[in-house]
């Protein structure tokens, strides 16, 4: 008899098609059937993983979550007896700290299946990848320069900043940022937003990856914005997008960026669990992650992948070229509280970008904020 598990991801090509296909592989080598849902990115940056825990076997996630998740007992920990060679192999071969991303309190809530931080979208034929800040308002003043702001991509921008400033933001109790440079992190958005189409603040890193892949746009670069592999793919739409690293707000190179991706997580209410953690071990293998996972337009979380050749050749450079962001990225917050506070900071950050507020003032309402977080 096929066990049928249920799986929940997100609504884009690159969270979707590579469960698909990886899933249809898995049901030939296995025989296991997975058949997976999708959510909007807005959902899934925001619907409770509990719910969905009870209504999925399998559930891909952000890493931000697990304080939340070890709080309401949702999810199944992944590091068990008999498989430490595997999870050891797992996270050994780390992009950067995605795999860490997904430890708390001494435990693995899920493995990186995708591996993200924001880095550089530009466009080849528009204009040249820009190396520091200068250059990003030079561009942005010919009107050739986009920022996703929808939250909570805002937020995700001053993360960055703040860490290339070298000050990054705090994880543990009290203060987010300390006054100077969050306010240096502040202006910089203010000011770029004052350059950029205003249509920004209702724009996540897809709309602005679409917009810039069209096939008259105008928009030559996104400083900072999640990398989606999808758009570097010949013909995924009119004008392939060409990503890099982030320009330098400091000294530090390519260092900070706030880190993204996602993982794949069992629900501790399945009733197939260890099935379902089966899965979770072959999908972020190397092999499956850098084979039929990379080849259906995911956008792998195993250093194998990105270290490929073929996987490189065929997304041109976009692995090689990010590698060293992804490398020196910045983990948020995990705390039980923290997802509350990621979309009230984004709120708060936006509010004080139109109305022209005083970045004082925001800077305090964010570390007010982040001091409540705590629970």
């Known amino acids: 008899m096929t066990i049928t598990l249920r799986g929940m991801t997100w609504s884009h090509p690159r969270g979707y098609d590579p469960m698909v296909a990886s899933s249809a592989l898995y049901l030939q080598q296995k025989g296991v059937e997975i058949v997976w849902d999708k959510r909007s990115l807005q959902d899934f940056e925001s619907f409770p993983v509990e719910e969905l825990a009870r209504a999925y076997d399998l559930i891909v996630i952000d890493h931000p979550h697990v304080g939340q998740i070890t709080a309401e007992n949702c999810l199944a920990p992944l590091d068990i007896d008999g498989r430490e ?52 308002f030079e561009l942005a003043e010919q009107g050739g320069v986009m920022l996703p702001l929808k939250p909570p991509h805002s937020l995700m921008t001053f993360y960055t900043l703040c860490a290339n400033m070298m000050s990054p933001c705090s994880t543990a109790k009290g203060d987010l940022i300390d006054e100077e440079t969050g306010l240096a992190a502040y202006t910089v958005l203010s000011e770029l937003v004052a350059l950029i189409d205003p249509a920004c603040f209702d724009m996540d890193p897809i709309a602005v ?60 209410f399945s009733s197939n669990k260890d099935a379902a953690i089966d899965f979770a071990y072959w999908v972020a293998s190397a092999e499956i992650q850098k084979g039929v996972y990379a080849a259906s337009g995911g956008q792998p979380g195993h250093a194998d992948a990105w270290e490929d050749e073929g996987v490189n050749e065929k997304t041109f450079g976009f692995y090689d070229n990010t590698r060293p962001t992804l490398e020196g990225a910045w983990v948020r917050p995990r705390h039980n509280g923290y997802m509350a506070f990621q979309h009230a900071a984004s709120e708060r950050i936006n509010k004080g970008l139109k109305a022209g507020e005083d970045g004082k003032i925001v800077v305090a309402d964010l570390n007010r904020l982040f001091r409540d977080s705590f629970l």
């Open 85 to 136: 060679q595997e999870f050891d192999a797992m996270a050994e071969a780390s992009v950067g700290e995605s795999f860490r991303s997904y430890n708390w309190q001494g435990r693995q809530w899920a493995f990186p299946i995708d591996a993200a931080a924001q880095v550089q979208a530009f466009r080849e034929d528009l204009a040249d990848a820009v190396e520091t800040l200068d250059e990003v």
């Open 209 to 268: 990856s679409e917009k810039m892949a069209e096939a008259d746009s105008v928009i030559a670069c996104a400083p900072y914005i999640y990398g989606y592999v999808s758009y570097a793919l010949d013909g995924f739409r009119p004008n392939p997008l060409s990503f890099t690293d982030i320009p330098e707000a400091g000294v530090i190179g390519p260092a900070g960026s706030a880190l993204g991706g996602t993982g794949i997580a069992v629900s501790a």
